[in-house]
């Protein structure tokens, strides 16, 4: 009896003390995904050739990794339209540029040449 309540309470001891670890992939703010996915991977429990991460850590970080994602979706919008308002303000720009300078062109050849009865001199 004794042997079965020492191997209940290894096997919980176990399963806190060496799951736990893998939690670090969830601090701070500062870490990239791949930095994430690292610290995960190495604080995770080996069991023969596989890695055991605990459910509630491995959707932790999903869900941070959604939100890096979804951040990064944002700022991507925000500057595509940032380029496209600029686009068209250079487009206006130049047109009005253009029509500056044909008002130019036309003041210039009024101020060279004069005109007698249609002609152009």
């Not at 969830?26 to 995904?33: A, D, I, K």
């Not at 600029?86 to 004069?114: C, G, P, W, Y």
Request: proline residues 2%; hydrophobic residues 40%.
């Amino acid at each position: 009896m004794k042997t079965i309540v020492m191997m209940a309470l290894s096997c919980a001891w176990l399963t806190t003390a060496l799951g736990q670890p893998a939690a670090i992939a969830l601090e701070g703010n500062t870490q990239t995904p791949q930095e994430r996915f690292l610290l995960l991977k190495l604080n995770s429990v080996t069991y023969q050739d596989y890695k055991v991460v605990h459910e509630a850590t491995l959707n932790r970080v999903w869900d941070i990794l959604n939100d890096s994602l979804k951040k990064r979706d944002r700022q991507l919008s925000e500057a595509t339209g940032k380029v496209t308002q600029l686009q068209n303000e250079v487009t206006f720009v130049r047109a009005e540029l253009k029509a500056k300078e044909s008002s130019m062109a036309e003041i210039k050849f009024d101020s060279t040449h004069v005109s007698v009865m249609g002609i152009n001199f």
